[in-house]
């Protein structure tokens, strides 16, 4: 199962109620052909996957200034590999 991104933010920093990301000093504006919102502490992949939503609920990080490495890069795909059924015949 995937742990949405402001899930994984809130669990690393804590929520900060009554406040929103919108409100936050490192929410930025990265204009292509269009505009794409990011977190500076979550980080920027180029891709829609870092892409920020102005309306979640802020984090402990709220205009807090981050040094640490991008919370994206922290974040590993585990690829699940399929035990061979009891019985089942391998090819190799």
């Not at 920027?44 to 984090?59: F, L």
Request: glycine content about 8%; overall charge positive; charged content about 30%.
């Amino acid at each position: 199962m995937t742990i949405r991104k402001i899930d994984l933010m809130h669990r690393e920093f804590g929520k900060l109620e009554g406040k929103t990301c919108k409100e936050c000093s490192n929410l930025y504006r990265r204009k292509y052909d269009k505009t794409y919102i990011k977190c500076r502490v979550y980080g920027n992949s180029c891709s829609e996957a870092t892409d920020w939503k102005v309306s979640y609920m802020a984090c402990g990080m709220f205009n807090k200034e981050w040094n640490g490495n991008e919370i994206v890069r922290n974040v590993v795909r585990v690829k699940e590999v399929a035990e061979p059924l009891e019985g089942q015949v391998g090819l190799w």
